[in-house]
């Protein structure tokens, strides 16, 4: 991706380029990683990059493992989910960019190219039981915000008892 490009990505909404900031990768790994702890549940991330730019993002952060991955280009399941368009706030508040620095410090876990997506899409986390009803739910407030995935799992596990 060029500079032209990555610019032109934060100036639109609408082009597609993705967020694969540090916050995305650090979350798609602790996914991963309940997904691995729980082998009798059906772990699914939606990519809002389409299938090249995903399954090259996948492969820089180790692989889906046990994490079924479907990848909306179009954002069509986001929206069903109630999952659209954050605002610039939502993306470039001050405590969203230290955990940015925060995580890449910290963790090893920084920026990576963009290929496409959108920079602006709302991320959300449910968990679902097998009759399809929605046992637990979080949309971001804001762009670094990481869901409690133990959380949603003792949501669907409480449920299915």
Same mark, same amino acid.
């Given at each position: 991706?060029t500079f032209? @490009?990555?610019l032109?990505? #934060?100036?639109?909404?609408g082009r597609? @380029?993705? =967020?694969?900031v540090? *916050?995305?990768e650090?979350?798609?790994?602790s996914?991963?990683?309940? =997904? *691995?702890?729980?082998?009798?549940?059906?772990f699914?991330?939606?990519s809002?990059?389409?299938?090249?730019a995903?399954?090259?993002?996948l =492969?820089?952060?180790?692989?889906?493992g046990k994490? @079924?991955v479907?990848?909306?280009? *179009?954002?069509?399941?986001?929206? @069903?989910?109630?999952?659209?368009?954050?605002?610039?706030w939502?993306?470039? !508040?001050?405590?969203s960019? #230290?955990?940015?620095?925060?995580?890449?410090?910290?963790?090893?876990?920084? !920026?990576?190219? +963009?290929e496409?997506? !959108?920079?602006?899409q709302?991320?959300?986390?449910?968990?679902?039981?097998?009759?399809?009803?929605?046992?637990?739910?979080?949309?971001a407030?804001?762009?670094?915000?990481? =869901?409690?995935?133990?959380?949603?799992?003792?949501?669907? +596990?409480?449920?299915? +008892?």
């Amino acid at each position: 991706m060029t500079f032209r @490009q990555e610019l032109a990505s #934060w100036w639109s909404p609408g082009r597609l @380029q993705t =967020a694969q900031v540090p *916050e995305t990768e650090k979350t798609f790994r602790s996914f991963r990683s309940a =997904a *691995e702890s729980h082998p009798d549940l059906h772990f699914i991330a939606v990519s809002h990059s389409d299938r090249e730019a995903s399954d090259k993002w996948l =492969a820089s952060v180790d692989g889906a493992g046990k994490v @079924q991955v479907i990848v909306d280009a *179009e954002r069509k399941l986001y929206a @069903q989910w109630g999952l659209g368009v954050s605002s610039f706030w939502h993306v470039l !508040n001050p405590w969203s960019l #230290w955990s940015v620095y925060k995580t890449g410090k910290e963790e090893g876990i920084w !920026n990576k190219p +963009t290929e496409s997506g !959108n920079r602006w899409q709302t991320a959300g986390s449910f968990a679902v039981d097998k009759e399809g009803l929605i046992k637990w739910g979080k949309r971001a407030s804001t762009a670094d915000e990481a =869901a409690d995935f133990d959380q949603a799992v003792q949501a669907v +596990t409480a449920w299915s +008892t």
